[in-house]
């Protein structure tokens, strides 16, 4: 039976529905709500599109997901679906209303008190036993007449010639739409998780560590006029690129112009810096140091020195290289487990939102076989509901379906590659939706070509009415029953199509 799709915009009121379905000529009609409706119909509103379709004789349909509408749609009667899909294979009989059966129920009492009361009237009258064997005739030719017009039935399968019909677009998934757009957008939704991972690697840098001091002596020259006493712990400073210092060991008295006068030193760190030069100048800190000079005596000795493993700034770039990419192999995983059936992710869209934190256990420079990095890390990616791409795929074959055809199952859809991501909140990819379709035969003028007739001559009709690639099939009930039903409802007609 043939259906027309409307697709309601948010901006449509009462009217402009009305006016939609006013030029609809198909005996279904399905409106399409979106997710986000500015003014949701009322009870009242809904019995005027009832009415607008009822004067076009045609029957209508909901598809929403909008609690309060379907609600609404329910309370006047009108039928409501999760999806276009649905709602093409979905039963549109509707039940019959609880007035119709109480009246059911009074004609029944009316006609078992009429009964009643013949059978009191023809008791008193004593009628005649001819009378009474017209009356049992008639009784019986209102049976069988009942018989033939209401207990035979026929389910007939045909098997229409399919052709199939295809589109390949570019389909939009943004976080910020609301609702499915026949340009080629679908919402979608940004959802974020956080993983931790903790990696270690060997140490490529090297770190040198004193062991023991250097020791020497510095030979000093008293510049001024003055007697004086260099006490133990002077400090003298060698003022090299990075300043080494040393500190006297004991003593020293200086008289007024004094020169050559010996004061052992020995350096304040280990390592082998310390073993500096004879002849090397030093400064002597504090007080002293404008009354004295002093020159290293001999070349210090004794300084030694450890090289040892330690991480360097480049480790740690790369180790946090290496994390993000182990990280990033993990997220795909459990984008996996994030997925559902009414959800699917866009894999390419997978990102980085935020490093939270990032802790190096081993600094750089400091002696170690290995570095230890500790990122924490918030990733998102772009879902969508991929009803939602088949519902844009359907609405845009229906807009270029050829006039005179109908459609036959689900579309099917493919995805092509994809193409980029605008940014974090819009993806777009290459999608290819497929379905079958059959050119219309008219059920309704099928079933008036083959009530009553023979199955030979309903199978000659039908083959010569619908083209097939499979002769039509014809069951009867009761299987004894020598012709096709006399009332056209009493015959339904599935489609199949053979692959």
């Not at 009316?110 to 008791?123: K, Q, Y």
């Not at 079933?447 to 069951?475: D, F």
Request: glycine residues 6%.
């Amino acid at each position: 039976m043939k259906t027309t799709i409307i697709q309601i915009e948010t901006h449509d009121d009462l009217v402009s529905i009305r006016e939609k379905i006013e030029w609809c000529t198909s005996q279904r009609i399905i409106l399409v709500f979106p997710k986000k409706i500015k003014q949701i119909p009322d009870v009242l509103g809904l019995r005027l599109i009832q009415r607008a379709a009822t004067a076009k004789g045609a029957q209508i349909a909901l598809v929403t997901r909008e609690r309060i509408l379907a609600d609404n749609a329910e309370e006047v009667g009108i039928l409501v679906f999760q999806s276009i899909p649905l709602a093409q294979r979905g039963n549109w009989q509707v039940s019959p209303s609880k007035i119709e059966v109480k009246k059911s129920i009074k004609g029944i009492e009316a006609v078992l008190e009429g009964r009643d009361l013949i059978a009191e009237d023809l008791h008193k009258h004593e009628l005649n036993p001819f009378l009474r064997i017209i009356f049992f005739l008639l009784a019986l030719a209102a049976l069988i007449s009942l018989a033939v017009f209401i207990l035979p039935s026929a389910q007939i399968t045909v098997y229409p010639i399919a052709e199939e019909q295809s589109i390949t677009l570019d389909i939009s998934a943004s976080a910020k739409a609301e609702s499915i757009n026949i340009a080629g957008v679908i919402p979608a939704s940004i959802q974020s998780f956080t993983l931790t991972l903790e990696k270690t690697a060997p140490s490529s840098g090297i770190s040198t560590i004193g062991r023991t001091p250097a020791r020497g002596e510095f030979l000093v020259n008293n510049l001024s006029q003055n007697n004086f006493v260099l006490p133990i712990g002077t400090v003298f400073s060698v003022n090299n690129e990075t300043p080494i210092r040393f500190v006297s060991l004991a003593e020293s008295s200086l008289s007024a112009g004094a020169t050559g006068i010996i004061v052992a030193a020995e350096a304040l760190s280990p390592g082998e810096e310390g073993n500096i030069e004879a002849g090397t100048a030093a400064l002597v800190e504090g007080i002293y140091g404008s009354m004295v000079e002093a020159i290293a005596a001999d070349k210090f000795t004794d300084g030694s020195s450890s090289i040892l493993p330690a991480p360097t700034e480049e480790d740690y770039l790369k180790l946090q290289n290496d994390s993000l990419k182990e990280l990033s192999n993990s997220a795909l995983k459990n984008l996996e487990q994030l997925e559902s059936e009414n959800k699917k992710v866009i894999r390419e869209t997978l990102s980085v939102a935020e490093i939270l934190s990032e802790t190096r256990i081993n600094p750089v420079g400091e002696p170690s076989d290995s570095l230890t990095l500790e990122m924490k890390v918030q990733f998102h990616a772009l879902f969508y509901d991929p009803r939602d791409v088949e519902n844009l795929m359907t609405m845009i074959l229906n807009s270029n379906l050829q006039k005179g055809f109908h459609s036959v199952g689900n579309v099917s859809t493919e995805t092509i590659k994809f193409v980029h991501s605008l940014n974090d909140e819009t993806a777009v990819w290459q999608v290819n939706g497929t379905r079958l379709v059959v050119k219309d035969w008219g059920g309704d003028r099928i079933q008036s070509l083959i009530k009553g007739k023979t199955i030979p001559e309903a199978l000659a009709i039908l083959n010569a009415e619908i083209p097939y690639t499979k002769s039509a099939v014809i069951n009867l009930r009761p299987k004894f029953w020598p012709r096709l039903p006399l009332l056209p409802n009493q015959i339904h007609i599935e489609e199949v199509i053979s692959q």
